[in-house]
């Protein structure tokens, strides 16, 4: 079985990947560094630069921390809020 | 939606929510629209958000400052398209001391710029648009996470 | 009169006196009748003011803050009969930076209570009256002169 | 000719002295401190403290400014606006 991650996106990166979100092989992707990785390599999405913030389930995950299939993930340009 | 408004912000409804007949004083805050930003001029703004998470920070920062100090806090964050000097983002503070509700008040805006998950796009008035990044603007999020982290 | 109001004090004019497209946020303060005093149950108050002087000392207060920040600020103090719950002073600071926004509200908001002639005679629940004096409720007023003396 | 001095009194003072306003001779009387002195020989007038406040021609004034017939003279209870 190929189990899928489910990202959301949001602004900018909403734009630059073309969709509200994007499904992505769970296969070699153990935690949030993982996962980030995996993305960058996807077409238009080379500024995904290091200050990009991903939340686990609406908190903020560091690169440490893991991912699964059930997770509401989320990938999160820079805040622009107030 | 209790802290993210679709429609405009009254900062009196705020100001209705925090005043009690014990508590003598509320300190308060609200953002604007500003006309102009790193040296374009603003015609309009959108705000979007990830909701869920937002709403989730906005009531984590409102409980930090109410346990913090003895104060009641209402916060509203305003999110689509808002026109200039609209108000953005509103923070009423009642307390029964002007330090206390002051202290709140700074700390829940600034706690709302670093860690809700909002969004700007900012139209100039050459017609243009942008995506806001604050690190862009000499205001930085690098401290962003040193907080609350899973 | 332009810092004394004889009427109900409403923050939203001093808002709309200090907003402006170019300004990105408005700090305020609003003070409110208090239910209680020095353990004392209060069930209205009075303002009097010596009023050529507490508006001259207003202006003065008011000329001060937006001297030292780039802000604007609306300030007005109630006088005559007050209830519980009524705004007794409000100072609202418009500014492009939220920091000198609150600095110079703090700013009005204390000044106004250290230098301004104004007096407040309370009325408690159980029918008596007392002028209030703020050195007999621990807030002080022994640097009151330091100052702007002549 | 005996000139006079006009005082005005706010709050408690006026209570306490029966009057909006007293009328002093300002023989003897050079400044604020002199004013004072006189002023707190008043019957009812011993409650006058140190923390009493004088304001000349709407400014407040040091124990030693001066004061003359011309001026504005105001006794100012402790102060409770806000």
């Known amino acids: ?82 | 939606m209790t802290f993210l408004s679709g429609s405009p912000i009254e900062l009196g409804t705020l100001l209705g929510e925090v005043a009690a007949p014990g508590r003598g004083g509320i300190a308060s805050f609200v953002g604007l629209v500003r006309d102009h930003h790193g040296g374009r001029k603003v015609s309009a703004l959108s705000y979007s958000a990830y909701e869920p998470m937002a709403e989730e920070i906005c009531g984590q920062i409102v409980s930090e400052a109410e346990t913090r100090w003895p104060v009641r806090v209402a916060l509203r964050h305003r999110l689509g398209d808002l026109a200039v000097g609209e108000v953005a983002v509103a923070v009423a503070v009642g307390g029964d001391h002007r330090e206390e509700a002051f202290a709140a008040c700074r700390y829940v805006i600034e706690e709302v710029k670093r860690r809700v998950p909002i969004w700007k796009r900012e139209t100039y008035v050459d017609g243009t648009e942008e995506w806001v990044d604050p690190a862009n603007s000499g205001v930085g999020i690098g401290e962003w996470g040193m907080g609350d982290v899973r």
């Open chain 1, 1 to 82: 079985m190929n189990s899928m991650l489910t990202v959301r996106l949001f602004a900018r990166y909403a734009e630059l990947l073309g969709a509200p979100e994007v499904r992505v092989s769970a296969e070699g992707i153990a935690t949030v560094g993982d996962l980030l990785a995996r993305l960058r390599s996807f077409p238009g999405a080379g500024a995904i630069g290091p200050g990009t913030l991903v939340a686990v389930n609406l908190r903020q995950a560091r690169a440490d921390a893991p991912v699964s299939p059930e997770d509401e993930i989320a990938l999160l340009p820079p805040l622009a809020g107030g």
